[in-house]
């Protein structure tokens, strides 16, 4: 099946520092996305973005599918943005998953 | 708008138990997905329909059944429960294929 890594696993940030997280995957796929999952447990999804870039206030995602790897960018982090990042490729009906980011934004 | 609601919230149970646990959405969404997390495996896909009565296995579908006979919802039955069952699951749905995911808040289930 398709292998998909995400780096960092850890990240701590200082309120209003900016990050990147980057998500690589094995072999062609349909579709991407990007979830956040809060501290109580909730999954969010943020993007869907096979390829190109988008862009949802602090945050915006790029997909260059040729290369296999998406980024997410957070801006000014708040303390809200702290919680697990996921990436999720597809490939027809099979959806898998990285191991996440966790990211924690001190204040 | 409900969305996706998931029953029950937390649930224990003992080993060798049948367990169900229930999604059900309001969308009309055509796929659902039945999802387990574990600390140190992120989510695993166990079983996904695309309509009614259409259903295949994903990552890890041993041990888990599911059915679909209406579109709104999507069961998800523990046979006889094992301890390595012991999870965090989630259902979600998209409205189509090559759609945005949407995640129900999810069932913690303990299999003593």
């Known amino acids: 099946g398709i292998q998909v890594e995400q780096s960092p696993p850890d990240l701590i940030l200082q309120e209003g520092a900016n990050s990147t997280l980057r998500c690589n995957f094995s072999?062609?796929?349909?579709?991407l996305q990007w979830f956040h999952q809060n501290p109580w447990g909730q999954l969010i999804n943020l993007f869907y973005?096979?390829?190109g870039t988008k862009q949802n206030g602090r945050l915006s995602a790029t997909t260059v599918a040729t290369e296999r790897y998406s980024l997410l960018y957070i801006s000014s982090s708040q303390t809200t943005d702290s919680g697990v990042y996921f990436c999720a490729v597809q490939f027809n009906n099979d959806m898998r998953f990285g191991a996440g980011t966790r990211l924690t934004v001190k204040p | 708008d409900a969305g996706i609601t998931q029953s029950p919230r937390y649930k224990i149970t003992e080993t060798g138990r049948q367990v169900t646990l229930m999604c059900h959405q309001t969308w009309s969404h055509s796929y659902m997905f039945w999802y387990r997390q574990d600390l140190g495996h992120g989510l695993r896909l166990i079983y996904y329909?695309?309509?009614?009565?259409?259903?295949d296995k994903g990552e890890v579908p041993d041990g888990y059944v599911v059915s679909r006979s209406k579109t709104e919802n999507f069961p998800l039955t523990l046979e006889s429960a094992t301890r390595s069952q012991t999870s965090v699951y989630f259902c979600a749905t998209n409205r189509g294929r090559k759609e945005t995911q949407y995640f129900g808040p999810g069932t913690r289930l303990l299999v003593l």
């Open positions: 973005i096979p390829s």
């Open positions: 329909s695309a309509a009614a009565d259409i259903t």
């Open positions: 072999d062609s796929v349909n579709n």
